[in-house]
């Protein structure tokens, strides 16, 4: 299909500068476009040097009519470019049905227009809603549910009384429900605690490849809607994790862990147990959180701490061997001080 | 099936203050409990608040005679409650036999009552016990067992010659026996270190979703009996972990390091390879370990140290921004002090 | 089949000293050999303890004429041992062919002698090479590639469209081209930035059981030729890892990084994105890498410092309360000294 600058305006909301009749037929980043794809830049400082890239369009935040290049205005250029990315390169979903080498129980309800793939299986009273899309080697254990247009990738496992929202993503080799980790000491030997509860994921949620949610060990491990998870994270028993809440890789959060709305917790987290976290905190990579932390907070650190603290007190860490030579040089002298003065 | 306050403290070895007729019909929480469910407190504050929560009865380590709620002394109520749990919630074992989508070699020997489930591969001259759950998709390697009552979770991949004990549980992505990380530098390239060996692991373990287990270099790679590890755990080739160690989720152990009996060592710890940790360390979270450790020390950061010296220095290190500018002010004095002293 | 000493000196291109004709039945490590087994030291230190070995035959870099032991004297004892190693134990490749519990699309091209186990998915217009082992599990999206020789254990995901090279070996629960992690914020919710990219892993490379390859965003993720990648690796989108790079397990590496030839990245490291890493550099274990590191550099703590300066004040962190109550002393003194001297 031929598309012209024109229809992407009308597409993303926006307003041309230039020619509005250019046909695009491809999207890249700015250094790698070529004649015919659209580009984008998110700042000013790029408007000066539209003539570096080769694309024929740039979407821009601002008005400009500047030389050459066609102009695509909008308010948010790069959500602008996602929806073209879309556009242009994202296959429309066509369901397979159901493989002859899939196991699926005769008691599983199946919506319309789903796709189930070879040796896949879904288990007892599991109920998949319409234009769901179950990759190979998935198990979907008993008494589980998915909501409308969620695509399960290959190999995930979803443990028995699962419940899946609409338009979920799960990524090869999630694990979901699979039991927390909770024994209680007897003598010399560790008794495993039944984990009895259940995982609910809601709509909007992304999950990335191989992260483990665990089921609760009573109630539900919850992650809310909007939520996005990022690959190898690990999400104890009893865990909440707030709407819209972003979760970077190999993030870890520890039992009954209350993480707030729109939080932002970046690479290699961990989280201890019982915390709670408020709204829109940006926990920094690495850190380590053992105490509640106030919504709006950022913090960074092991131990976390504020993160203006942390970026005061990190750059003395490699200097705390001339700080204690000063100290050293400063107690040899006030010593010497001593002396003297006490000579007089 | 009825059962009441006497069943329960018969079954669990304990004894009732109260009503021993009082039906009990589930177990919860105690903010979470209804009328009819049991709960339970562990230590002596929650005493006093015994009529905060709806459950018909309240399992105490203490004897007492509380007004309106009957009780059920123990000496270990958290370990009475998870029994109860297990009596309340987990279904029996039912085999299921042998899947028609499974793969199972002609000289595997498989025990009574087993189930393998659809797509489960079992390879050339495996051993499975009676009772042995091998659930969707999982990957037994040739000449691999498995002992009595173990459940293999769906999609766990388990390479030749593995060796698992009895009542062995391993979550969905688990992966045992995979290649150690062994390369021989070779001018400008890495050669790589055959695998030779294999891994054992003894009776009583659990293993949590996506850890992996390496298999030795040559001779075994050991988890023994009775240690849980949680989730996305790396156990590296020819690492021994002693019994009943506790290892939380996204710890790293490296090559041939020992963990002592009873060890426990917290999320996201980092063990460096050939190091020795003595029975009944702790290892705090996040921290790195590399150097061997005495039996029953309590460490803590990276690099790890005792975690007294832990606590004391990690308050500090916020404030170092605060102790630079009071020696630098410290230097400014004493420097003003000689010159007052020098001039005299 | 019978193998001497002398065989194995030609096999490996080394010297015998001692008796040639003894027969070597196995290699083992130096405490463990028995006799008949050939084992090897690495340094000088071990030449004097050679009569602690039963191991029938020795391998060493220099040359010696010690008592008992028959010698074989290599350059690179370790290469050598390797080398023996996989001539006794690795049992040689043995095509079974497409198993008939495999789906494969009628559009995807096999090479000569592949395997294909029992409930593995390959897509459409998918090329297989020669000698290719795909085991039972393994999921290989639509347009993927493998070339010759390469080993992809079960319950590997393989997404769409990646190119893999040759002699490449992905471990069970590797993930392969998972979308990378982007979104854009709209308002409240994150939208989500279609990940159009692929992967493109080159020949020789190694990556450890359930580590994690994203896609590009747009353009490709690179692992370049004999990289070496340990279990639990997160490779995020658009990264680039160059040749003979050693990741080693539970490594975070964030998005459009890229990492240089021959550069370590030791157990636990986290990697901010858009960052450079210089050809040969070593990152020690734990560390975070915010900022560009130049090539050659040796680095450690997070965040990252040259490794002289992570030693010399890692050592001060405990003695933090001891320099704190160094200086509230001298803080004390100084206030004497001074009132001392005013007061003349």
């Given at each position: 299909?031929k598309?012209?600058l024109?229809?992407?305006?009308?597409?993303?909301?926006?307003?041309?500068?230039?020619?509005?009749?250019?046909?695009?037929?491809?999207?890249?980043?700015?250094?790698?476009?070529?004649?015919?794809?659209?580009?984008?830049?998110?700042?000013?400082?790029?408007?000066?040097?539209?003539?570096?890239?080769?694309a024929?369009?740039?979407?821009?935040?601002?008005?400009?009519?500047?030389a050459g290049?066609?102009?695509l205005?909008?308010?948010?250029?790069?959500?602008?470019?996602?929806?073209?990315?879309t556009?242009?390169y994202?296959?429309?979903?066509e369901p397979?049905?159901?493989?002859?080498?899939?196991?699926?129980?005769?008691?599983?309800?199946?919506?319309?227009?789903?796709?189930?793939?070879?040796?896949?299986?879904?288990?007892?009273?599991?109920?998949?809603?319409?234009?769901?899309?179950?990759?190979?080697?998935?198990?979907?254990?008993?008494?589980?549910?998915?909501?409308?247009?969620?695509?399960?990738?290959?190999?995930?496992?979803?443990?028995?009384?699962?419940?899946?929202?609409?338009?979920?993503?799960?990524h090869?080799?999630?694990?979901?429900?699979s039991?927390?980790?909770?024994?209680?000491?007897?003598?010399?030997?560790?008794?495993?605690?039944?984990?009895?509860?259940?995982?609910?994921?809601?709509?909007?949620v992304?999950?990335?490849?191989?992260?483990?949610?665990?089921?609760?060990?009573?109630?539900?491990?919850?992650?809310?809607?909007?939520?996005?998870?990022?690959?190898l994270?690990?999400?104890?028993?009893?865990v909440?994790?707030?709407e819209?809440?972003?979760?970077?890789?190999?993030?870890?959060?520890a039992?009954?862990?209350k993480?707030?709305?729109?939080?932002?917790?970046?690479?290699?987290?961990?989280?201890?147990?019982h915390?709670?976290?408020?709204?829109?905190?940006?926990?920094g990579?690495?850190?380590g959180?053992?105490?509640?932390?106030?919504p709006h907070?950022?913090?960074?650190?092991?131990?976390?701490?504020?993160?203006?603290?942390?970026l005061?007190?990190?750059?003395?860490?490699?200097?705390?061997?001339?700080?204690?030579?000063?100290?050293d040089?400063?107690?040899?002298?006030?010593?010497?001080l001593?002396?003297?003065?006490?000579?007089?």
């Amino acid at each position: 299909m031929k598309r012209t600058l024109g229809d992407l305006a009308e597409f993303v909301g926006g307003r041309v500068v230039g020619d509005a009749s250019t046909e695009i037929v491809g999207c890249a980043p700015f250094e790698a476009a070529r004649e015919g794809d659209i580009t984008f830049v998110r700042g000013e400082k790029y408007l000066a040097r539209l003539d570096e890239t080769r694309a024929s369009a740039v979407i821009t935040p601002l008005e400009t009519t500047s030389a050459g290049k066609s102009i695509l205005c909008v308010k948010n250029p790069q959500l602008a470019f996602a929806q073209l990315l879309t556009l242009y390169y994202q296959k429309p979903y066509e369901p397979t049905g159901v493989h002859e080498g899939a196991a699926v129980s005769a008691t599983a309800r199946l919506g319309l227009d789903v796709s189930v793939g070879p040796c896949a299986v879904i288990g007892d009273r599991v109920v998949i809603g319409d234009r769901v899309d179950v990759r190979s080697g998935v198990y979907i254990g008993d008494d589980s549910s998915i909501g409308d247009d969620s695509v399960i990738h290959p190999n995930v496992s979803i443990y028995r009384g699962t419940t899946i929202g609409r338009r979920v993503i799960l990524h090869s080799g999630v694990v979901v429900g699979s039991d927390g980790f909770g024994y209680v000491r007897d003598e010399d030997t560790h008794v495993k605690i039944p984990q009895t509860g259940g995982v609910t994921i809601e709509d909007d949620v992304e999950i990335g490849a191989n992260s483990t949610i665990d089921r609760a060990t009573m109630g539900q491990t919850v992650i809310k809607q909007g939520a996005k998870i990022d690959n190898l994270v690990q999400v104890a028993h009893n865990v909440v994790i707030g709407e819209n809440a972003i979760v970077v890789a190999q993030v870890g959060i520890a039992g009954s862990t209350k993480v707030g709305r729109n939080v932002i917790l970046a690479g290699q987290v961990g989280v201890a147990d019982h915390i709670d976290i408020g709204d829109n905190v940006i926990v920094g990579a690495q850190a380590g959180v053992a105490k509640n932390i106030p919504p709006h907070q950022v913090v960074q650190g092991s131990p976390s701490m504020p993160q203006r603290d942390f970026l005061r007190s990190s750059v003395l860490i490699p200097r705390l061997p001339q700080i204690k030579r000063i100290v050293d040089d400063l107690a040899r002298r006030i010593k010497a001080l001593e002396e003297h003065v006490g000579n007089k």
